[in-house]
């Protein structure tokens, strides 16, 4: 019984031996996941938006958001990026007045475009001249054709013939563009105060669903229909000095273009031509009507010719490889950049300087 009784103990006091032996053992660990290579910080794209056709007011180029990156526990410092230069900007010339603005206003084009008018800039402004809407005949597109015409103060007191400035509207807007951005007032003032001798301003309107961006040039185009349908209507009608040295003509964005082109091809029938912002980037023509083109005919050089765009336009850099085309060719030019992009805000602000290039050659008149 005593050996049954210690031979228990023995196998008792065994197993907890060997129990304390497998308790006591270290475990292995699980491997660790490896590292994981560093978040890349979130990288912005930007792309430009391809307009079909472009508007006036192309919108600038969208920035494309990428996904936020997981913050680090401990990021390294990045060194501080060089500043770009900032490109040299001509001064702003001192307005006239101060310009007041409203809210725009939107009408169909024949296709279904939407004609967006500028905010009025003077709402509040009295003109010593008049401003008048009318229409005449066209035979290329076989309607009536809007355009709105500025008239001097003296106009009805005089028997004189007057200058006059062709302004072409930008897309998608109508002949109330340059109305609305207050060309009519900052001329009227100028005239008054002796700044500017008197002259005519015309501006045409053009369906954007029609000629105005689906021809480019030639006797069928936007071109055909001011060489020869509106401008003999106007000599006809108003007392104009109808010579080239009389005449002068620009336009803004798509305008820009249509002016240059139409400048470039008749220097017989205009003094000056001036493209402000013009749509060069998007409204490609065919080599006959391309601005870039019609810049190397010996003709160029008899034109006083003015480009213009913002800083942070998306037409500088085009206006600005004309500039430098015509440079390159000795053929005379101004280039100003101002401060902005392609806006009516732009545009509004720099009235001034522009009616003082178009003027210019106007100060001895038959």
Not at 189 to 213: K, R
Request: proline share 12%; net charge negative.
């Amino acid at each position: 019984m005593r050996s049954w009784l210690l031979y228990g103990m023995g196998v008792l006091g065994l197993s907890i031996v060997l129990a304390l032996l497998v308790l006591v053992r270290p475990l292995s660990e699980p491997p660790l996941d490896p590292p994981q290579a560093d978040t890349p910080s979130a990288t912005i794209t930007t792309r430009e938006a391809t307009p079909a056709p472009s508007p006036t007011c192309t919108p600038s180029p969208t920035t494309t958001p990428a996904p936020t990156a997981t913050p680090l526990p401990s990021p390294t410092p990045t060194s501080t990026p060089t500043p770009t230069p900032t490109p040299t900007v001509t001064p702003l010339p001192s307005p006239i007045s101060t310009p007041a603005s409203g809210p725009s206003t939107t009408t169909r084009g024949s296709a279904g475009t939407r004609i967006i008018r500028a905010p009025v800039a003077y709402p509040d402004a009295q003109l010593a001249g008049r401003i008048e809407s009318h229409t005449y005949f066209s035979q290329i597109t076989g309607k009536e054709e809007p355009y709105r015409i500025y008239l001097p103060p003296d106009y009805d007191q005089s028997d004189r013939r007057y200058p006059v400035l062709y302004l072409i509207h930008g897309w998608p807007y109508d002949e109330f563009h340059w109305d609305n951005l207050g060309i009519d007032e900052v001329a009227d003032t100028g005239i008054q105060s002796g700044l500017w001798p008197p002259f005519l301003i015309v501006m045409p309107g053009a369906d954007p669903d029609g000629i105005f961006v689906h021809t480019a040039g030639g006797d069928r185009s936007l071109e055909g229909q001011i060489v020869n349908e509106l401008l003999p209507h106007i000599d006809a009608h108003y007392r104009t000095w109808a010579a080239r040295e009389g005449r002068a003509i620009g336009g803004i964005s798509r305008g820009g273009v249509w002016a240059l082109e139409i400048g470039l091809r008749h220097p017989d029938l205009f003094a000056a031509v001036g493209g402000h912002s013009p749509a060069l980037k998007y409204n490609l023509a065919p080599q006959a009507y391309d601005p870039f083109y019609l810049a190397r005919s010996p003709e160029s050089a008899t034109l006083r010719i003015y480009l213009s765009a913002g800083d942070a336009d998306w037409a500088f850099s085009h206006t600005q490889a004309l500039h430098e085309l015509l440079d390159s060719l000795g053929v005379p030019n101004q280039f100003a950049v101002h401060q902005g992009g392609h806006s009516d805000t732009l545009w509004t602000a720099n009235i001034k300087e522009y009616l003082a290039f178009y003027t210019a050659g106007w100060s001895v008149q038959p």
